[in-house]
């Protein structure tokens, strides 16, 4: 698109690129940029609230990428983290054939962040079926993402290289 036809980016817009841009002007090819942002939104979705830094940081070392960029991903899914709790507990007592569980959301995401290992034995059973849910679908979405990001972070990089 020539830049007279392209949107203007927001402040914000800008802000979120930033980290992304510097990323692959250090070398992080697109490829593995878009494997990084995908595996730590991925995990930033994760069910378990609190656990998710851990898990990236673990991840992201085992599989060879990015920390620093796997991490900011992982921090931005927290909002989606939150939106998708309940339907993937909802999704994933559908798929074990259970009926749906009373649930007080503002008690249990309280309950995490205050005493998460109270919370599990109160909860344990509905985040569980969360886990399963998510096991099912997000791998699947990651892979996808990653491969819809390629070619984003491509033609950044090379918008990159233009402003140097």
């Known amino acids: 698109m020539p830049p007279s036809r392209r949107l203007p980016l927001t402040p914000w817009m800008r802000r979120l690129r930033e980290p992304f841009l510097q990323a692959l002007k250090q070398g992080l090819g697109p490829g593995a940029l878009a494997a990084a942002v995908a595996v730590g939104l991925a995990l930033g ?3 378990l609230v609190g656990t998710t830094t851990l ?3 673990g991840v992201a070392a085992a599989l060879g ?7 900011v991903a ?5 909002p989606l983290q939150l939106a998708l709790l309940v339907p993937f507990i909802r999704l994933g007592e559908r798929v074990l054939g259970l009926p749906p569980a009373p649930l007080a959301l503002g008690a249990l995401l309280d309950g995490l962040r205050s005493d998460f290992l ?3 034995g109160t909860f344990g059973t509905s985040l569980g079926h969360a886990c399963v849910a998510w096991a099912l679908v997000v791998p699947a979405a990651a892979g996808l993402l990653a491969l819809l990001l390629k070619p984003v972070f491509g033609r950044l990089a090379q918008a990159g290289r ?3």
């Open 45 to 47: 979705t994760f069910p």
């Open 55 to 57: 898990l990236s940081a």
């Open 65 to 71: 990428l990015n920390q620093a960029v796997v991490q």
């Open 162 to 164: 233009g402003r140097m």
């Open 118 to 120: 109270h919370t599990l």
């Open 74 to 78: 992982n921090y931005l899914a927290y």
